[in-house]
């Protein structure tokens, strides 16, 4: 991996998430996206379901020496509008999205926030938090950006909901829901919908990991496994250590 890889004067915008911290987008992230494409598809047999996180399709592991660039990227130019002082793990995958509605598991049907970084979860006790970054490297806006979540229930009721996600069958859990199998695109009676940031080819969005969020599959059956056709994205995670306010007001929002 070449240290020319990412835009050296990225123009920076915030999507106001109200309530939250800001999503932040940036356009013609990578100098030569082409290259990202055509080293997913030479690694396509390397892409695997990985069933102890709940994405939705098959993920590959990018080399450490990209991990350490993007989470220079991030250290210099996002960290700062997060809240940041010190950046303490970060990991990157490629991942696409490809499971039918039909057979999306329980968990997979709702939003979710981002603790983990491989086996470290955040402590938000000790002023630590999680960023996250979603690279779109597909050209057909219709496989879907990334919608952001608030409860509309109590947290006791939330954290009921993620445990019958983990419990019913797919049946029951419909009934729970009130609706048929599906990826989460729109408000229903347990999370409000208060941002989308639509996909566009060689956008980057970094955003607090402690939002709820999905990806916004409006059309899925547009999806593949193919990565030169697919939902092909690059996604990074960043743990880190707050500033002391922000640490404050993180732990007590």
Not at 66 to 95: D, V
Not at 198 to 204: D, L, Q, S, T, W
Not at 206 to 234: K, M, V
Request: include cysteine; proline fraction near 8%; aromatic fraction near 10%.
């Amino acid at each position: 991996m070449t240290t020319k890889m990412f835009n050296p004067r990225p123009l920076i915008r915030s999507i106001s998430l109200p309530g939250f911290k800001p999503c932040v987008v940036i356009d013609d992230f990578l100098l030569d996206p082409e290259k990202m494409l055509a080293f997913a598809a030479a690694r396509r047999a390397a892409f695997a379901v990985d069933a102890g996180n709940y994405f939705p399709g098959p993920e590959v592991a990018m080399p450490s020496d990209f991990t350490a660039l993007l989470s220079e990227f991030f250290t210099l130019h996002i960290r700062p509008l997060l809240g940041g002082r010190r950046t303490l793990q970060a990991t990157s995958r490629l991942s696409m999205v490809t499971k039918p509605p039909g057979t999306l598991q329980p968990l997979q049907r709702i939003c979710h926030s981002d603790t983990m970084v491989g086996t470290r979860r955040v402590d938000s006790q000790a002023g630590e938090a999680m960023a996250a970054s979603v690279l779109y490297l597909f050209r057909d806006p219709d496989l879907g950006g990334t919608s952001f979540y608030k409860p509309r229930r109590p947290p006791e009721e939330i954290a009921a909901l993620n445990w019958e996600a983990r419990a019913l069958t797919g049946e029951a859990f419909s009934r729970l829901l009130g609706g048929p199998p599906g990826y989460l695109t729109s408000s229903n009676g347990y999370f409000e919908q208060i941002g989308t940031v639509p996909a566009a080819y060689n956008r980057a969005i970094f955003y607090d990991g402690a939002i709820l969020h999905s990806g916004q599959i409006d059309r899925p059956e547009r999806l593949s496994n193919d990565p030169e056709e697919g939902r092909l994205t690059l996604n990074g995670f960043f743990l880190h250590r707050l500033t002391a306010s922000e640490a404050a007001r993180h732990l007590f929002r």
